[in-house]
């Protein structure tokens, strides 16, 4: 069992900055692919980026260039650097964890506004 917290969300103006954590308890972090996800009202869920256990990582086209995901295995947590934010960036941002089928955990969500 992996339970999963997100922080760093909030509000910020165009062509500014946030930093998304998300803490994961529980055991065999680093064997977990480690995704961030969102969720913008009136639209579905979208993988932003994700970042595997071996380290491979990938982003959706939307955000390439401008959002960084890592994770430090140390400290069970896995980072979203958000820079460059644009309106259409709002949404809740949501923390996954997945190995395996079985193995698929999410976190409870925190908002980003991106608003002047």
């Known amino acids: 069992q992996v339970q999963l917290v997100e922080s760093g969300g909030g509000s910020v103006q165009p062509g500014g900055s946030l930093r998304l954590s998300c803490a994961a308890t529980g055991n065999s972090f680093s064997v977990y692919d480690m995704n961030w996800y969102r969720q913008a009202p009136g639209k579905q869920r979208e993988l932003v980026a994700g970042i595997t256990w071996t380290r491979n990582i990938n982003y959706v086209d939307a955000v390439k260039g401008r959002f960084a995901i890592s994770r430090d295995n140390t400290k069970n947590v896995v980072y979203l650097q958000m820079n460059s934010l644009k309106p259409e960036d709002t949404a809740v941002y949501y923390c996954?964890?997945?190995?395996?089928?079985?193995?698929?955990?999410w976190g409870q969500g925190t908002q980003v506004t991106v608003s002047s």
């Open positions: 996954n964890a997945k190995s395996g089928p079985m193995r698929d955990y």
